[in-house]
């Protein structure tokens, strides 16, 4: 399993790094049944996050037809509605807003990558917190079940998307998760779905952490009202 995470101008480092770190040593417990690595869709250079200007170095290009995973982090800024300005006094401090970020994103090459990894089997594209917001900004998850940060859930629904207040939610090819740590989450249930338990619970102990929750899928009958 290949994984390829995709870095944008203001993306969250730990949405990255999180399942970057649980991946890569993944790949080390299954003697390299998984291989991960930072991309962006205009190729190799220095990627500025949206944390205090720290910035990673995306290593290749998107390739939105190679088989594996292709993994969408969120943006990291202030939280809120970019319009409302009024306690800036600054032109343009409205900039550092989460939605004009990844809004930002989709004015790039970005979408039609995605678009084309979301079209081929081959691929299972993923997302920590903000990332399904993105793919449904972008029109590609109307109908489809997802999860994002909490104070995105709205907004997501909004888009034509079934909102799921879940942890990690596996809708077959797109698995999404939730609030910024969830990244760990979902890098341990991807090496669980794809290379096996047995490599996920080792991965697990090496990093001292236990996934939360329960994995939502859309399989077995629905609850009853409570």
């Not at 989709?106 to 979301?118: N, Q, S, Y």
């Not at 909004?158 to 942890?167: K, Q, S």
């Amino acid at each position: 399993m290949h994984v390829q995470i995709v870095l944008f101008d203001g993306f969250d480092p730990l949405d990255a790094i999180a399942p970057f770190e649980v991946l890569h040593a993944g790949g080390t417990a299954s003697g390299g049944a998984v291989s991960v690595e930072l991309v962006s869709a205009e190729g190799p250079r220095e990627v500025v996050s949206g944390t205090g200007g720290l910035s990673l170095r995306a290593t290749g290009t998107l390739d939105p037809r190679r088989p594996g995973v292709v993994l969408v982090p969120g943006a990291s800024g202030r939280v809120g509605d970019p319009g409302d300005t009024a306690d800036f006094e600054n032109e343009g401090t409205q900039d550092d807003a989460i939605p004009v970020r990844l809004a930002r994103a989709l004015d790039t090459e970005l979408p039609v990558l995605l678009k084309a990894a979301m079209e081929d089997a081959r691929i299972t594209v993923a997302t920590v917190c903000g990332g399904s917001l993105v793919l449904a900004m972008a029109g590609f998850l109307q109908g489809r079940h997802a999860t994002t940060h909490h104070l995105g859930l709205d907004l997501l629904d909004a888009t034509g998307v079934h909102a799921v207040r879940a942890r990690v939610v596996d809708d077959g090819d797109l698995i999404t998760a939730a609030g910024v740590t969830s990244g760990l989450d979902l890098g341990l249930y991807l090496l669980e779905r794809e290379v096996g338990p047995q490599i996920a619970h080792a991965v697990e102990e090496l990093f001292a952490h236990e996934r939360r929750g329960t994995t939502w899928l859309s399989d077995g009958p629905e609850p009853a009202a409570v």
